[in-house]
């Protein structure tokens, strides 16, 4: 534990301008990030008398080693910057929400010729409208199969839309006019942008005009006798009021907002956001957090607008924000949403009307949420405790495994073997922190060689960076040939482990920059899926780089036997053990992120052609040149000056071309197992 005293930087050296400030422990590692309107009485607040602090700020000040800070022109700069700082360091003392992208939006996709209308996830496309987040996906389904009676556009995916091109035969919903098949040419792509258009126009709440406009069609038609469209329009009517009643109007003025608001207590806090546009609600979503820093409603509430509005920019921040309580500059919040909008943007507490009784709501759902966070957090934090008791009592170890990493080797018939590394904390799986590797030592099958080499290889990594950080110290050399701890530019190779001592080309920046390095943190336990010789290769592995504090063990798949390195018999722990469960989920995760790897390879080395050894010879000309051969097999028969013929293609290129494929070994021959037949081949170098 520091004294911050040790590191307090003295009155004069600190400015008393805006600014944005960084807490680092003793590895370099940020551990906060904060910014301030005068950075001298923000940093003089950390450096007062420890029991005057609150618990956490003190526990931050005491991890901290070091403290450093830039200074800006505005608050609107210090709050970007500090928004930035956290997304880059991810410091471990700052209020984090949890990444909220797996909420389904509706999407349509206008950055395309033929816009398409569909569910999506994940970051935000540029050149596609969103609307939501929806809580499930159903509803967005629901929603579109309503909306497709009026708007029929494209829903399917480019797939299905290039063969319907080809066959000239629309899918089933073109025949039932749920789509105006655009790809057999019933609308043109103008006719068909405008139904997009129209489609987002009305999911942005302009509903009136469409309403209006469809009712008046069909008292035009009835007046003419044409009974079977006015029925149709009608039915059209019909579809579009269900799928507006599906979001009520919440609020009369058809305002565009954002409710926010917070539930909290000592240790957590749950944000819940309304999406209101055109006065109905549009979406929700929401999350909960661990309060790891000193923070109080108006620095949450502070946290949730840069989580929510950080990477959005146009419409995607609203007109007006209500919130609970604002925060501690008001002023430049506002400010950074303007600019992120491009308008100004209204920040406030709501005080009376339907907007006070819908934030009232918005506040009943983030107590409902936090309250449903605790019941299911108590569960399932003590069926993970109880698991990881019992598997410390199982395999002796002196204190319950917080952290574990499991290890697994895939390959197929020898090729293409590769090994996987998931992290489990807290019982949890933590997928950031998940690893996977070539065997590079040697070829061929051998699962106990691979398992070798490959904690050799993630843990002299760890060694590695306790050496740079200066957690390593020299201690003497134990009895026995035991080899001290090297690093990768200077350990020899070992031709008999087949580790790789070189710097891996994805190895992270060796100057301290202040973001987690891989492999830094040890692992209580190390889980391998095997039996008593992959144990047996693990453990060797870390004896022969003087680790003796990780503990190993392997899950036999056969009886689902626990095996330890010193023992002849494995440990059998009952079938109905949670310790037991837990073991299987780790080591069926690092199965399938193994097998995943595995396949991913093997594809890619399948998709590979002769082409690729052809220096300078880009995607863009090798698929002109096998569209302009018709397949790698006939761009070999041709001559020199036939491949120049190709547009891009120059005489020195050609003679590299046809220098590659002569030299390049024949492909194996594809057979149909089913019949035995020899498959030609006939486009792109792959069989078929």
């Given at each position: ?31 906060y990030v904060g910014k301030a309107k005068n950075l001298r009485q923000r940093l003089a607040n950390y450096f007062q008398d420890l029991a005057a602090l609150h618990p956490r700020t003190r526990t931050m000040v005491t991890t901290a080693a070091s403290v450093e800070w830039t200074v800006v022109s505005t608050e609107v700069e210090a709050l970007q910057l500090e928004y930035s700082w956290i997304k880059e360091f991810d410091p471990r003392f700052n209020v984090k929400y949890r990444d ?70 629309p899918c089933l919903l073109g025949y039932i006019g749920k789509c105006s098949a655009p790809c057999v040419g019933r609308v043109t792509p103008e006719e068909h942008r405008e139904l997009a258009v129209d489609f987002c126009d009305f999911m942005a709440g302009r509903t009136g005009t469409y309403i209006r406009r469809l009712e008046k069609d069909m008292m035009a038609a009835a007046e003419e006798m044409e009974y079977e469209r006015a029925a149709r329009l009608r039915d059209d009517v019909e579809a579009l009021k269900r799928a507006m009643e599906k979001s009520a109007v919440v609020l009369a003025d058809a305002t565009d ?432």
């Open positions: 534990m520091a004294d911050p005293s040790s590191y307090r930087p003295k009155p004069g050296q600190i400015p008393d301008s805006p600014g944005v400030y960084k807490f680092r422990d003793e590895h370099r590692r940020v551990i909220d992208k797996s909420y389904p939006y509706l999407a349509v996709t206008l950055n395309e010729e033929f816009p398409r209308v569909q569910v999506m996830r994940g970051a935000k496309k540029k050149g596609v409208r969103y609307f939501g987040p929806y809580g499930h996906a159903w509803a967005i389904r629901e929603t579109v199969d309503l909306m497709l009676r009026v708007f029929p556009v494209r829903t399917c995916s480019a797939g299905v839309f290039k063969n319907a091109a080809r066959t000239g035969r907002a954002d409710l926010i608001a917070v539930a909290e207590d000592e240790l957590e806090a749950a944000v819940q956001i309304f999406h209101v546009r055109g006065g109905r609600v549009r979406g929700q979503r929401g999350w909960v957090t661990d309060k790891v820093e000193n923070v109080d409603t108006s620095g949450l509430v502070e946290h949730a607008l840069q989580q929510l509005y950080g990477e959005e920019t146009g419409d995607s921040v609203p007109k007006e924000v209500l919130v609970p309580a604002l925060p501690e500059h008001p002023d430049a919040v506002s400010q950074w949403l303007a600019d992120r909008r491009g308008s100004q943007v209204s920040l406030r507490i709501p005080q009376r009307g339907d907007k006070k009784d819908l934030m009232a709501t918005v506040q009943r759902n983030a107590q409902q949420a936090l309250g449903l966070h605790k019941t299911k957090r108590a569960s399932d934090l003590t069926t993970r405790s109880r698991a990881l008791e019992e598997i410390a009592e199982a395999l002796g170890l002196d204190t319950a495994p917080l952290r574990i990493e499991c290890f697994d080797i895939s390959h197929l018939q020898g090729d293409d073997v590769v090994a996987s590394m998931v992290v489990f904390e807290d019982g949890l799986a933590r997928k950031s922190e998940y690893r996977r590797f070539q065997i590079k030592g040697f070829e061929g099958q051998d699962d106990v060689r691979s398992m070798h080499e490959v904690i050799g290889r993630r843990f002299k990594r760890y060694l590695q960076e306790k050496e740079r950080t200066g957690e390593w110290e020299e201690t003497p050399a134990p009895s026995g040939p035991v080899p001290a701890p090297q690093t990768a530019s200077t350990a020899p190779a070992d031709p008999a482990a087949g580790l790789d001592t070189t710097p891996d080309p994805d190895a992270e920046p060796r100057e301290d920059d202040g973001r987690p390095k891989r492999f830094a943190y040890p692992p209580q336990l190390v889980v391998v899926d095997g039996g008593r010789p992959q144990v047996a290769a693990a453990k060797r592995a870390l004896d022969e780089l003087g680790i003796d504090d990780i503990a190993v063990c392997g899950l036999a798949k056969r009886l689902e036997e626990v095996w330890l390195p010193e023992d002849g018999d494995p440990v059998v722990l009952p079938r109905s053990s949670e310790g037991l469960y837990l073991l299987q989920r780790v080591r069926d995760e690092a199965h399938r992120f193994a097998i995943t790897y595995q396949r991913a390879k093997r594809a890619k080395r399948i998709r590979s052609s002769p082409l690729d050894a052809v220096a300078g010879l880009g995607e863009t000309r090798k698929q002109a040149l096998i569209k302009h051969f018709g397949s790698v097999k006939k761009l070999k028969q041709a001559t020199i000056d036939e491949i120049c013929e190709v547009p891009g293609i120059g005489r020195r290129t050609a003679e590299s071309v046809a220098v590659a494929l002569a030299s390049a070994a024949p492909a194996t021959p594809a057979v149909n197992t089913a019949t035995g037949e020899i498959i030609e081949e006939d486009d792109g170098g792959s069989t078929t």
